[in-house]
């Protein structure tokens, strides 16, 4: 290929070739005369190399195409602009490019050449471009044409697959079609019941059916509580429209001052603001009472239904039973302890109501009714009269004195059944609210104290199953001994003389008793307490029971060693002692005292109480032993027990003196009591007393309440009277 010319493109008249747009008009074409043309001229250039001008030219005059069309270098850049370019820069472009290609071989007319720009004379003004008005000379016919290079076609640019994007476009429309029907199906199939009743919680309307709280009964099915259809008065506080006349009308009725009246039915504000339509005037009132209120038709004053605990005995076994609060709930003694099966569980009826006037059922419209679930009854072992004569006797001792705590229990052998458990001082569980705290409870399970020398049965029960002692064991007895730094010293000084192990019961020997226990140990001593059952709750029922103490051994002092085996230092319940003495009169077998015989359920089953723990503590014939030396306290002359004999019945029992804690100081021997069996040769029943008297001479008390509450029991199971003459008779300094 030929090398490019530098030199600028001319016509065959020597002209520049380029635009004249920029001349001024009838110059150049006219004249004849070249011109350079201006930045319209380059921005008229088509990509062949002429002008849009040229091009109207060219076609106006016609026949002139031909001689006139530019045949483009074979080695043309793809750049359309760069003839342009090159007018604009009077050519200079080529110098700086370096050489430009030669025309093509055999191509006649017009050469593709711009010479360089010479500057004019300076100063004077530059003819316009002249352009060629001849036409261009025809091709020379020796010469082939040069052959036009061939240009590929430009690639078309790479569009998306539109294939791909219908496919995205349709999973995506069937997805949002397939999300909407499934969410269709929920609302119509699962969530059409929450949503169809979403405004039936604004036409509902909910009662409470109250379940009622089961009964409590003695063993003979004899209600002791009970809870019983009542109704409560209530005041709405916006609507009362005279306080003052109201609360003067309810007054009589309900038993409250109206100064109190007046007071609830003032009108306040709740927590949020709102103000309060409600306020309790009374609860429980009987239903004749609440006939007479709604009868005053008193404006803001209402009556509904309610329940109450009724307690026909009033104090019969309060500190028992316990008490409830208005609501149904059991606050003390059993009624707390079961509060799990007394309590029942409410029930509703929710239903669609009209409003205002129509404010009743609608007829098909939504109703549901959960039935209440009443609670269970407790059967107890408590006999009622029983229970009621062991209460009577108690509170009769105990007002001959002031200040003064008692506690009786009575157990049944052999089964440890608890038949009556009395408290003094006591109250009346119908209406608990102004009773004392301390009258509420139950001194069998709470109160402790050294239970003093009725301990001494154990100490002789231990000593024979150990084979220490026998009945017939005889035994020198000092006036008084000294154990570490105490003199511990008998009432019924016995001189050093030889006495019976019954004569030492029936006088209650310290001496003789330390004596022994010596001979048993301490540790010994310490397991027999145990398997009594001292030192821990007894579990008989009632919430709250003490547990006692035993002195550990590591704690024992010299001093201890005369006071345990007497029954000091020792921490024990009334109930704890005569589950003690119980075991005994059972042949030794240890029976857990309960007092629940039985749960009536909702549906009328009946499930029998727990069944009591028992154990072997004593031999049969060891505990018949004791029992026979225990009779020397009731009956030797000058014993201690005499005065808690039962005629008709052998009575095997042991009195004691023990001591009290109180304020945080021991009141010494201010505890008596009496713990005994009948019949002694085959013991049913086994009764505990025991007495606080703050002055002492609590004995006195003691004993007499002993004989009568046994006398009594006996007499009401009918217990044939022991055979005359039947009863032992006892030596107490045997020669």
Request: no cysteine; net charge positive; aromatic share 4%.
């Amino acid at each position: 290929m030929p090398p490019r010319s530098d030199e600028p493109r001319r016509d065959p008249a020597g002209s520049r070739r380029g635009s004249s747009r920029d001349a001024r008009p009838g110059d150049g074409e006219s004249r004849g005369e070249p011109g350079i043309g201006g930045i319209s001229g380059a921005r008229a250039y088509t990509p062949r190399g002429r002008t849009v001008r040229d091009e109207r030219g060219t076609a106006a005059r016609g026949g002139g195409g031909a001689e006139q069309r530019r045949t483009p270098r074979s080695t043309r850049s793809g750049d359309p602009f760069r003839p342009a370019l090159q007018v604009l820069d009077g050519g200079r472009a080529a110098a700086r490019t370096g050489r430009r290609d030669a025309p093509a071989a055999g191509r006649g007319g017009v050469v593709r050449t711009v010479t360089p720009r010479t500057p004019r004379n300076p100063g004077q003004d530059e003819p316009p471009p002249r352009r060629r008005t001849t036409p261009r000379a025809p091709r020379r016919g020796d010469r082939p044409a040069a052959r036009r290079p061939s240009r590929k076609p430009p690639r078309p640019p790479k569009l998306a697959d539109s294939r791909l994007r219908l496919r995205l476009g349709t999973a995506l429309a069937l997805t949002l079609f397939a999300v909407i029907g499934i969410r269709l199906v929920f609302l119509q199939a699962v969530d059409a019941p929450a949503y169809a009743g979403g405004g039936v919680a604004d036409r509902t309307r909910t009662v409470e059916l109250p379940a009622p709280r089961g009964a409590i009964y003695d063993s003979t099915g004899a209600p002791l509580a009970r809870s019983v259809e009542a109704r409560y008065v209530y005041a709405d506080p916006t609507e009362v429209t005279d306080p003052p006349a109201t609360a003067k009308a309810l007054s009589p009725l309900l038993g409250i001052p109206a100064s109190k009246l007046l007071e609830l039915m003032k009108p306040r504000r709740l927590e949020n603001g709102v103000e309060s339509t409600f306020a309790y005037l009374a609860r429980g009132v009987e239903i004749p009472t609440a006939k007479r209120v709604q009868a005053l038709d008193l404006p803001g004053i209402g009556v509904h239904r309610d329940e109450r605990r009724d307690v026909p005995g009033g104090d019969l076994a309060a500190n028992l039973i316990g008490f409830t609060s208005q609501d149904m709930a059991g606050l003390e003694g059993l009624e707390a302890r079961y509060e799990d099966v007394l309590a029942g569980q409410d029930g509703k009826r929710v239903y669609e109501a009209g409003l205002g006037d129509l404010a009743a059922p609608i007829p098909g419209g939504y109703s549901r009714t959960t039935p209440a679930k009443p609670g269970s009854s407790l059967v107890l072992t408590i006999n009622r009269d029983l229970q009621f004569r062991t209460q009577q006797i108690l509170s009769a001792g105990m007002a001959k004195v002031r200040g003064g705590t008692g506690a009786a229990v009575i157990i049944e052998i052999p089964s440890g059944a608890v038949l009556a458990q009395a408290s003094h001082p006591t109250y009346n569980a119908a209406k608990p609210t102004p009773s004392d705290p301390v009258a509420r409870e139950d001194a069998a399970t709470s109160f402790v104290v050294d239970p003093g020398s009725v301990h001494k049965a154990i100490t002789y029960g231990a000593a024979l199953q150990e084979g220490v002692i026998t009945p017939d064991t005889t035994l020198p007895i000092a006036n008084s001994i000294k154990m570490g730094d105490t003199w511990f010293s008998d009432t019924h000084p016995a001189n050093g003389k030889r006495m019976s192990v019954p004569g030492m019961l029936a006088y209650s020997s310290n001496v003789g008793t330390i004596t022994i226990a010596e001979k048993l140990g301490r540790d010994r001593l310490i397991d027999y307490q145990k398997r009594f059952g001292l030192g821990k709750p007894t579990g008989e029922g009632m919430p709250g029971e003490a547990s006692g103490r035993l002195l550990p051994a590591d704690e024992w002092s010299e001093s201890s060693r005369g006071s345990v085996p007497i029954g000091h230092s020792v921490d024990a319940t009334p109930l704890q002692m005569a589950a003690a003495y119980a075991a005994i009169a059972n042949n030794g077998t240890y029976v857990q005292p309960h007092l629940v015989k039985e749960v009536i359920g909702p549906d009328g089953k009946r499930t029998p109480g727990p069944t009591p723990t028992t154990r072997s503590v004593l031999s049969p014939q060891n505990a018949a032993a004791l029992r026979t030396m225990l009779e020397a306290v009731t009956t030797v002359d000058g014993a201690t027990g005499v005065t808690a004999a039962v005629p008709g019945y052998r009575v095997a029992g042991k009195t004691g003196t023990g001591s009290r804690l109180v304020n945080g100081k021991i009141e010494t021997d201010k505890v008596s009591s009496f713990i005994g069996m009948a019949p002694a040769e085959n013991p049913r029943y086994v009764i505990a007393v025991f007495v606080y008297t703050p002055n002492g001479g609590g004995a006195a008390i003691a004993n007499p309440a002993f004989r009568d509450m046994m006398q009594f029991t006996l007499r009401h199971y009918r217990v044939p009277p022991s055979a005359s003459g039947s009863a032992p008779k006892f030596t107490v300094y045997p020669r």
